[in-house]
């Protein structure tokens, strides 16, 4: 382990504008310093000692006892320095510094590397390690060191102790000792993202991290003390506050990781065996951080530098790295995925794949489950249309093979109708259209169904009698309860056929009863025998003529209804020409 020191720096200002860094003592080996998951290193021999490193602007120059013959161009910078201490510490550099060796005597030869991993600053400590001077090593720059040392082949087989064992063994120790610094490793990885993952720092990180999420998660979530390891959860996820702390402490630093590293620590959590549905919950806890202010024309996302082209690859991404167990995520993120996706226009096959998964869980939800957000200011406040392709979804998955859970999965249709009825920017045809997404059969009971259509009528007073037919077609007689039948009998929002249709109705019902009353059959096993009782005989003919009379009024009721329909539409269209 390494043991906090400090060792000093002496800096002094130079008049003509150079900063010149003293000299320092040749410490050989490893050596702890600068503090907690730092070291100091720098090479066991070196062959030539540099007596100072002056920085002019962007160049530096290394002054020694003997002249500078080698000029390396890193980026925008100059180093001004010397063959040996160089070529014996680097391949890389001998094989560049001996291929052209035909430079005349007494002129600097001069090299350009312009895809260095870490650029100037990197190559910066790379010349203090082969200059024999010491090198701070932290978390946040031994990614790139360790990279840069492995593009200028700085291996042991040049010279023992060199910078790629010396960072191999600290990169280890950070990975494999301290949470945070692991987290900050990765970081530093996001501008050398490829050389990273050639050298398997990221999978060394993020199997780190998920290892160390699915140990004892205690022994990590208090080591650091500023370390906040407890997180808020969306809202969709349901557990008690206990079990959030235990479970969940570490999805606020890996919801921090950019989506690349992300997936990576997913699919490691996934091998290490992490529950499905604290996968899920991660993923989830990702999507709200990095995702949920997307609008529908993607002109205000935050973070902003993220494109529409990021956003799509990122969703696909996340849906390829679902958890596939039942319950491991819920309806509603799915939904808001969907969402995204259909935003973005991601792949169709992934769109179909995430629309027959939310079909399949339909029977399990809750009205409030379903709804999603619209984004644009004259929309509908809930995105309807998503959750008809999901319900239509559904509707081929059970016309194949019909399943008993049809029933509730009317009463979710229904009860999300009566959620969003109110909103008076829903368009009639496509409250109609989830409606009449489900087949008739599936509702048992059409009282919620009738709800949400007087809601919806309620909210939208400017509809025409026309429309109100259209929209009240669905109810059917038979599925309402008494009470609704007998709210459908005073409610004046309804169309006059639909109320004369059920009064009609209400009217059939009671002659069938009276007429069943009035006759009494009876049936033996053999035969069916019906036997009508002599002592009743005149009692059922005095029935019989309040039936005719019953019939009568029925009719005239009738014609009176059609009589005050036609009125009017006559005054409608008088109306119409007044203020035309």
């Known amino acids: 382990m390494f043991k906090p020191s400090v060792f000093s720096r002496n800096y002094k200002p130079d008049t003509s504008g150079r900063k010149i860094v003293d000299r320092e003592p040749l410490v050989q080996g490893l050596v702890p310093g600068g503090g907690c998951n730092q070291c100091v290193i720098c090479p066991v021999n070196s062959c030539m000692v540099a007596e100072t490193l002056d920085k002019r602007n962007q160049n530096w120059f290394v002054r020694a006892k003997v002249a500078n013959d080698l000029i390396i161009q890193v980026g925008d ?89 010396k960072t191999e063994e600290f990169l280890s120790f950070l990975i494999f000792s301290s949470w945070k610094d ?71 630093d890996v919801s921090s990781l950019r989506v690349d590293h992300f997936i990576e620590v997913v699919q490691s959590l996934k091998c290490k065996g992490m529950r499905a549905d604290l996968v899920g919950s991660c993923i989830a806890h990702w999507t709200v951080k990095w995702l949920s202010r997307i609008t529908s024309g993607l002109e205000s996302m935050t973070p902003k530098h993220m494109t529409h082209q990021y956003v799509r690859v990122t969703t696909e991404c996340l849906i390829k790295v679902l958890p596939a167990e039942e319950k491991s995520v819920t309806c509603n993120f799915i939904l808001h995925l969907l969402k995204i996706g259909f935003v973005t226009k991601i792949n169709s096959d992934l769109l179909n794949l995430l629309e027959r998964r939310i079909a399949f869980m339909l029977d399990q939800c809750r009205p409030l489950d379903l709804l999603v957000r619209n984004y644009g200011d004259k929309d509908s406040v ?66 919620n169904l009738y709800r949400a259509i007087d809601m919806y009528l309620k909210a939208h007073p400017s509809l025409t009698e026309e429309e109100r037919m259209t929209l009240c077609g669905s109810l059917e007689y038979h599925r309402l309860s008494e009470e609704a039948r007998e709210h459908v009998k005073k409610n004046d929002r309804l169309p006059v056929k639909i ?29 069916a025998v019906v036997r009508v009782n002599k002592g009743l005989g005149k009692g059922w003919m005095n029935s019989q003529k309040e039936l005719n009379l019953m019939t009568k009024e029925v009719e005239t009721i009738r014609g009176q209804l059609n009589d005050l329909h036609m009125c009017k539409l006559k005054l409608q269209n008088q109306l119409k020409e007044c203020t035309i």
């Open 382 to 447: 809930y995105d309807v249309n998503l959750v008809i392709r999901v319900v239509m979804a559904y509707v081929s998955i059970v016309s194949k093979s019909p399943t008993p859970k049809l029933f509730a999965v009317g009463r979710l249709v229904d009860g999300y109708l009566t959620l969003v009825a109110r909103d008076e920017n829903l368009k009639m045809n496509i409250f109609q259209s989830l409606v009449e997404a489900l087949p008739r059969d599936a509702r048992f009971c059409g009282d």
């Open 77 to 165: 910078s100059s180093f001004h320095l010397h063959k040996l201490p160089m070529v014996m510490r680097s391949g890389y550099l001998n094989r560049l510094v001996f291929k052209t060796s035909n430079v005349e005597r007494g002129t600097c030869l001069k090299i350009r590397i312009d895809n260095l991993p870490g650029g100037n600053k990197i190559f910066e400590l790379v010349v203090k390690f082969c200059y024999g001077r010491k090198v701070d090593l932290t978390a946040d720059n031994i990614a790139p060191l360790y990279c840069a040392a492995h593009f200028l082949e700085m291996s042991d087989d040049f010279e023992e102790g060199n910078l790629m064992s």
């Open 182 to 252: 692991t987290f900050r490793i990765l970081k530093c990885c996001e501008s050398i993202s490829s050389w990273a993952k050639n050298y398997k720092i990221t999978k060394r990180s993020s199997e780190a991290i998920a290892w160390k999420a699915c140990t004892n998660l205690e022994a990590f979530s208090h080591e650091d003390d500023d370390m906040q390891c407890f997180s808020v959860l969306p809202y969709y996820v349901e557990k008690s506050k206990v079990e959030d702390a235990l479970d969940n402490w570490w999805f606020e």
């Open 499 to 527: 109320t004369a249709r059920f009064i009609l109705l209400e009217q059939v019902n009671m002659m069938r009863s009276m007429t069943a009353i009035g006759s009494n059959y009876r049936r033996t096993k053999t035969q």
